[in-house]
Structure formats: C-alpha cells, structure tokens
C-alpha cells in the first residue's frame, strides 16, 4: 500500500516541496516507449478527481552518484488505495529524496475555474434552486451540469452578475476538515448542498457567507483571486443544461479572442462592430431572397430542360425511357430534374445519376398513366449488392458505387420494361 500526504489540502499555494520515492512501476507507453510511475511519500501534485484535471511540473533528484535529475510529470493519478502516482518517462529509484515543482500557472489557473464554479454553482442554487449535478474543468472551457429544464436570459444575467459582485467583494476562501458524522448534520439542516459518498474525514470548502461544500481541490483564499467569471453558452442536455464559463484569465483571453474576431468580421463587412448586428440581418435577409430566386430559376430550367428530354425520346414498346448521368450538377437538382421529366410527358420513365461524387446517386421516376413501382424496382435492384433504397411508386432514389452504375441502370431498366410489357399484356 503506498499513500501519500496530500499536501494541497493544507496548502494549495504550495507549489515547491520536498519527498521521497516508493515505489516505482514501469508501463508501456503508446508508441512502445517506456514509461514509469512514481509513488512519492508526501506531494503537492494533484491527481485527476472531482472535475479538476492533474498538475504538472518536474521533479529534481541527485542520485547517489552525483547525476542530477530533472525529471517532467506530465500525468498524475490517484488509486483505490490513497495512493498518487506520478507519469515521467525517466525512473528514480525507491528511497531517492527528490524535490517536486508544480507549473504554477496551471495550477492557478485551475484553483480559479474551480472556486468559481463553487461560486458560480452556489449563486444558481440560491437564486434559481438549480442544483448542479456535474461540474468539468476543460483546457479552454469548464462546465456545470444543472438540473434545470429551462432559464431565461435575465435570469442567466442575473446569475453572472451576483456572482462577480461576491468575487469584487474578495470574500475569504477557507478550508476545514470535520468529520463525516458532523457533516451529515450539516447536511441534514441544509449548512452542506451535498456530500460524497464516503467514509472518514470530509474536507470542506467555505466561501464566506455564500458556500459551504464538501470538496477535495484546490482553490484560491478569497473571491477576488477568482479574477471575473463570464458565462460563455448554455446548451440543453439529457439531465438539464450545461453552463460553460471561464474564470480569471481564461475570461481575458475569451474576450480578447470574442473582440477579434468582431473585427475580423467587421472588417469582411466593411462595417463597424457597433453596425455588425444590423449588417449580418441584412445579409440574412438578402440570402434567403437569393435563395427563392435560386430555387425558383432552378424549377423553371428542370422544367425547360425535362421538356427538351422528353421530346428528344421517342416512345418504344409503351414506353418513353429516358436513361441519363451528369457530373457537373447537384444531386437534388438531378431529382427535381427527374420529377420533372417524368410528369413532363405520357408513357414517361426516366433514370437519372448524379455521378459527381462516389457513391453515384441514382433516381428513377415515372408518369402517373404507368403502372409500376418505382422504389420496389430500385430496391430489389439495389439488393443484387447489398445496398438499400427505395421510395414511392412515382419516384425513388438510392447510391451505388460508381463501379456498378452501369449494371444498375441496365438492371431497373430491364425491370421497368418487364413491368410495362407486363401490363400491356394483361390489357
């Protein structure tokens, strides 16, 4: 069994330490390079738990023949035991005394986005009784699950804005430690939002007058090293909806990243940041005019061009069967175009391909005074290969790999002749 002394629960300041290697474990890495895990009797690392990612760092060591060691902790886990373990990709040996430095800005960084969510989780409950029920630090972004179907944008403002007065406030930030039996009694008259489900000692974060809650990571000693919190987006999820915020810097780098690209898209439009709003309305609009004109020349040129088709195609047999490919138009053009021709003339059956692309897309239509089923025979076609498709008896579509174009059309077109026949027969 190898526990460490957590030394960030006393002090999450700590960033320099000193400790003793036991144990060492070697893994297997990705690529099949070494890697190795180290135990150290006391550490100020934070393993990856509650929501709040692992620390990083080095770890310095002189070995007992002189050599200095310099060593970078790019993972750190915890196990079922109390123990953490460190990832390097260089082994120090058990018994060597080593002394640990933790990326400052990472940890600091983290100790801000996770009393702010503390905060921020604290200020939903109190004004909006929305509990959080999941809480994410990410690497650009963190996230709170709540328990909430819906929240107006005035409420969400509101939040955010309380939640920066308490910060403006620099309320103190204090750590503690009480038994699981007392903090079941705190949770009972409702002093703790909730408690984890486990035995022993409960380590308690209080955010003065505001917080009080069971949690093992680190954060800072007043509101105001929180530094400001924006809230970003609000997405619905399956439990409710997720808060994504930034905290401290994070904020500042958000809003110069929102600034910029303002600019940037003022600058595509010409226009000044203030004017953006109306511009992009303005664009909109035109667009979805441009489309219906678009939409509207497209009709009338399937209509023009199903025409000349349909003239171009005598009829033979009963039947006008109107077989054609195109590479250089769109697939919903093709089928507006084979709808087209089809209803375009008597006796008329078409099979169009859109072939600009592989799978090749494949459409088959017929006029009204035919009898047969156009998705039964591209199914049943379709299904020489495996491949499904299908639709209704006036007009079908499915994909086939363009090797097999050519002995799918022959194929439907051998069907739809047998069905006409079929049917001239029996009259």
């Known amino acids: 069994m190898h526990t460490s002394e957590r030394l960030y629960y006393s002090d999450s300041f700590l960033s320099t330490f000193t400790g003793d290697v036991t144990c060492v474990r070697e893994l297997a890495g990705r690529s099949g390079e070494p890697l190795w895990k180290l135990s150290l009797n006391r550490t100020a690392f934070y393993p990856t738990s509650g929501g709040q990612p692992f620390d990083t760092g080095k770890l310095s060591a002189t070995l007992r023949d002189g050599m200095a060691l310099n060593i970078p902790v790019e993972e750190v886990d915890e196990d079922e035991e109390g123990g953490v373990w460190h990832l390097v990709r260089e082994p120090i040996a058990a018994g060597i005394h080593v002394e640990g430095h933790v990326d400052w800005e990472r940890r600091f960084d983290h100790m801000q986005q996770h009393t702010g969510q503390h905060l921020l989780s604290a200020v939903f409950w109190r004004e909006l009784q929305a509990p959080t029920i999941s809480f994410h630090l990410g690497e650009g972004t963190s996230t709170i699950d709540l328990a909430s179907r819906s929240l107006a944008h005035h409420s969400l403002e ?3 804005r309380i939640a920066n007065e308490i910060i403006g ?3 103190p930030v204090t750590t503690r430690s009480v038994s699981r039996g007392e903090a079941e009694a705190m949770l009972a008259t409702g002093e703790l939002r909730k408690l984890p489900d486990r035995e022993g000692t409960i380590r308690l974060i209080d955010i003065a007058d505001c917080d009080k809650n069971a949690c093992g990571g680190t954060h800072v000693r007043s509101t105001g090293q929180i530094g400001g919190l924006l809230v970003r987006t609000v997405e619905k999820v399956s439990r409710g909806l997720r808060i994504e915020f930034v905290c401290g810097l994070r904020a500042v780098r958000a809003a110069h990243a929102d600034f910029a690209m303002l600019r940037e898209t003022s600058a595509l439009l010409s226009t000044g940041a203030t004017e ?11 667009g979805k005019t441009n489309a219906k004109e678009r939409q509207k020349l497209r009709e009338e040129l399937a209509e023009f061009q199903a025409a000349r088709l349909a003239t171009d195609e005598p009829i033979e047999n009963g ?5 054609r490919a195109w590479r250089d138009r769109d697939p919903d053009f093709v089928k507006l175009l084979a709808s087209r021709t089809a209803a375009s003339a008597a ?8 072939n600009d692309a592989d799978p090749v897309r494949v459409f088959v239509a017929r006029s009204s005074d035919l009898n047969f089923n156009c998705g039964q025979i591209l199914r049943e076609a379709l299904a020489q290969w495996g491949l499904r498709g299908g639709g209704s008896p006036d007009l079908a579509q499915g994909e086939v790999p363009a090797e097999h ?6 194929s439907v077109s051998d069907a739809i002749c047998r069905a006409v026949a079929k049917g001239h027969n029996q009259r």
């Open 347 to 354: 006796r008329t059956a078409v099979i169009f391909c859109a």
């Open 169 to 171: 406030e620099g309320r």
């Open 319 to 323: 039947i006008r069967l109107i077989v």
């Open 405 to 410: 174009e050519s002995a799918l059309r022959n």
């Open 276 to 286: 953006l709003t109306q511009s992009v309305g303005r664009l909109l609009i035109e």
């Open 158 to 160: 509101q939040v955010e």
